[in-house]
Structure formats: C-alpha cells, structure tokens
C-alpha cells in the first residue's frame, strides 16, 4: 500500500502488502458469514489506544465528511449487549468481553475487499473501548454470531461532553472508505444512510476507492468473468427487462441473454421490486447499480433479494436515485 493511502486511512503503522484478492472471506457467500474462517483470535495491543474520538478524527476526512457523519446519528434499532473489546476475529469481526462471556461480533450491512487495513484499522481504534451493540435485524448467523451495529460513547472514551453522539463504527469505515455497504435481507435497515456515506467517500476517492481494482465495474461479460466467485458492485444500462410467468425478473444488460452479463430476482423476491417501482417496465433504458456475489449463469449474473442493492443512476453515473 501507498504511503499517502496509509495517511487517509489513518493507520498508526502500514507495510507494504500484496493486493487482497477479491472474494475475501468476509465477503463469501452465505447468510452474512465467511464460507471459511479460522477459530483463532487475534488479541488487540495491550498498550493503551488514543481516544477514539480523537483517533477516527485523524482519517483525513474533510470538515464536511465529517458534518455528514454527525448528521446521520447513531444507528437505530433495538439495544444489545456491551461490552469490552478485545480482539479481531476476522477483518469485520470483533470480539467483546460481556457479562455473559466473550462474544464474537460481524459489523452488519457491510464488507470490505481491503480486509488487512480494515482489521488492522479497528484494531487500533477499538483497543481498550466499551461497545454497544444494536440490533436492526437478523441478531445470529449460522457462525452464532452477534450481526449488529456497533457503537462507542464518547464519555466513556473522556472525549465529548454529556449528550455527544456515540460514534458509530460501520459509519466511521464506509466514511473512511474502509468498507462498501453489503446489506442482507435480513439486515438492511441502515443501507441508505450508509449508501450515501459510500457515494461521498467514493466521489472523494478515499481508501479503497483509491485503488481501480475496488471501483465500481462494468457490465462487461468478458471482464466480469474474471470476477466470478466475488462480491462487486456493478454498474451499467438495463437492455432488456422481462418478469417470467413464474414471476421471476431478469434484467438483461446487453444483447445475448445467454452469456451477457444479467441481473436476477426470485419470484419470492419480485413484488418488493414491484411495489417499489422497480420491475422491469421501470428499469427498462435505465442505468442501474447493483451489488452482490458474482456467479455463472448463462454469462456472469447478480442475484437481488432486496431492494436495498439495486440504485437507480441519473444519466450521471456519479449521481443515484435513493432508494
């Protein structure tokens, strides 16, 4: 990694490393979990950290990203356990010392495909802190982790007076461009907030969003080949729109359905499109953004089961439709 990406990351120390390679662990398919991931702990730094606060101020994120993460509040939801962090698990996987025993955490609704700087980014800033948990969704994945939304108060870092906002840690990443927003049917309440943090970080070029390798993709079949097996975040305009008698959508994005590159939704998963306006009369001629696991299909294909992954793009393919 390039010295003046460590500097916008804010890393407190960053040797040179290989490129991660895409499909990383913490985003293989399944229900929010690594198709793999090793039972061991990486401990945090016994030494204490610097104020958190103080710490995720030093992102080399302008005034303004900053303002906006003030604006967006603490996540919403209902409240979890708290508890003292004591190490990584996985690049977006805590662990927390509770009353209850030791609890090992998957940040919710996000990824990263930079999982080395993010571990080593929440490490350093986490080391010491008391988190609190909040849930907006699905609380356990198959692992029996916590997928929640994780916290720090200012006072109990000393830093803020009374009534300041907690810090909000998947907010803080996307911000930083630590991570991209990965919602899950199950756990998408925040998706739109942390949309639009990701819209600014990306526009800023700010972490991995520095790195072509990471940015958005075409919709290419022959390049998006080489992405099988990985999630991406895919852009580009719907040639071709059709729901099947069986009440499946597919979305079509060039002239052969049968090796283009095609994005599908289940009938199960139709009508949320639908009532949203965005079936396939809709979508028909528009550009689209769309986010998941690439797999093969009659050409490389997305699979949606939520809205939540599916942005609507002006003729700008900077600017998007919330959704």
Same mark, same amino acid.
């Given at each position: 990694m390039h010295r003046?990406?460590?500097?916008?990351?804010?890393?407190?120390?960053?040797?040179?490393?290989?490129?991660?390679p895409e499909g990383t662990p913490e985003s293989r398919p399944g229900p929010h979990a690594e198709a793999q991931r090793s039972g061991s702990v990486r401990n945090a730094p016994?030494?204490?950290?610097?104020?958190?606060?103080?710490?995720?101020?030093?992102?080399?994120?302008?005034?303004?990203?900053? =303002?906006?993460?003030?604006?967006?509040?603490p996540p919403q939801g209902e %409240?979890?356990?708290? /508890?003292?962090?004591?190490?990584? +698990? !996985?690049?977006?996987?805590?662990q927390l010392e509770t009353p209850g025993g030791v609890l090992e955490v998957r940040l919710a609704e996000i990824d990263t495909p930079v999982p080395a700087e993010t571990e080593a980014w929440l490490a350093d800033r986490l080391a010491g802190q008391s988190l609190a948990l909040t849930y907006s969704g699905l609380r356990r994945d198959r692992y029996a982790r916590a997928l929640a939304h994780v916290s720090?108060?200012?006072?109990?870092?000393?830093?803020?007076?009374?009534?300041?906002?907690?810090?909000?840690?998947?907010?803080?990443?996307?911000?930083?461009?630590?991570?991209?927003?990965?919602?899950?049917?199950?756990?998408?309440a925040h998706a739109a907030v942390l949309l639009r943090l990701e819209a600014e970080a990306r526009e800023g070029r700010r972490g991995l969003w520095q790195d072509p =390798?990471?940015?958005?993709?075409?919709?290419?079949?022959?390049?998006? %080949?080489?992405?099988? /097996?990985?999630?991406?975040?895919? +852009? !580009?305009?719907?040639?071709?729109?059709?729901q099947l008698d069986s009440g499946r959508i597919y979305l079509n994005f060039g002239s052969d359905y049968?090796?283009?590159?095609?994005?599908?939704?289940?009938?199960?998963?139709?009508?949320?499109?639908l009532d949203a306006d965005l079936g396939p009369e809709a979508l028909l001629g528009r550009r689209v953004r769309v986010r998941g696991w690439l797999v093969e299909?009659?050409?490389?294909?997305?699979?949606?089961?939520?809205?939540?992954?599916?942005?609507?793009?002006?003729?700008?393919?900077?600017?998007?439709?919330?959704?």
């Open positions: 003046s990406v460590c500097l916008v990351l804010g890393l407190a120390a960053c040797e040179p490393t290989a490129a991660a016994e030494s204490p950290a610097p104020p958190l606060i103080q710490a995720m101020d030093e992102d080399g994120m302008a005034p303004l990203v900053e =303002a906006t993460i003030a604006d967006v509040g %409240a979890g356990e708290d /508890g003292r962090f004591i190490g990584m +698990a !996985g690049a977006l996987t805590l720090v108060s200012p006072t109990a870092t000393g830093s803020g007076g009374a009534g300041a906002a907690p810090v909000w840690i998947q907010a803080r990443l996307v911000a930083a461009g630590l991570a991209r927003v990965m919602s899950h049917a199950d756990n998408q =390798a990471h940015g958005i993709r075409d919709t290419n079949p022959d390049a998006r %080949a080489q992405d099988i /097996g990985s999630a991406q975040i895919v +852009a !580009g305009r719907v040639t071709d729109a059709v049968r090796s283009d590159f095609t994005v599908r939704i289940d009938a199960g998963d139709s009508q949320a499109f299909e009659n050409g490389p294909m997305i699979r949606l089961d939520h809205i939540a992954r599916l942005e609507v793009l002006e003729d700008n393919p900077a600017d998007a439709r919330p959704r």
